[in-house]
Nanobody, 127 residues
């Protein structure tokens, strides 16, 4: 059982930045690829970004590519999401998730592939 705890959310003005962190409870976190999803009010939870176990491969939804950066530090059992050039439409609860992956260079993008989820952290972008 892997427990994931997000932090780093908050309120920011448009074009501002935030860094989200996701701390995993298990030292076996390196056996999971990591992902970030978000859910805005009245909308379904959507994929944002994913990173492989090794951290060498990543993938982003088109709307955040070039503005968000996903990374991980396996020594610290932590997944990160750097959010830059934030827009009001980025306002949502952001969730981190872990997907059991046998290859070190692949990642998961579908919600139903993920095995464990954090409780979410709110990001609000408003002037």
């Amino acid at each position: 059982q892997v427990q994931l705890v997000e932090s780093g959310g908050g309120a920011v003005q448009p074009r501002g930045s935030l860094r989200l962190s996701c701390l995993a409870s298990e030292r076996t976190f390196s056996t999971y690829s990591g992902g970030w999803f978000r859910q805005a009010p009245g909308k379904e939870r959507e994929f944002v970004a994913a990173v492989s176990r090794s951290g060498d491969s990543s993938h982003y939804v088109e709307s955040v590519r070039g503005r968000f950066t996903i990374s991980r530090d396996n020594a610290k059992n932590t997944l990160y999401l750097q959010l830059s050039d934030l827009r009001p439409e980025d306002t949502a609860v952001y969730y981190c998730a872990a997907c059991l992956t046998y290859s070190t260079s692949t990642f998961c993008t579908a919600r139903n592939q993920y095995n464990y989820w954090g409780q979410g952290t709110q990001v609000t972008v408003s002037s």
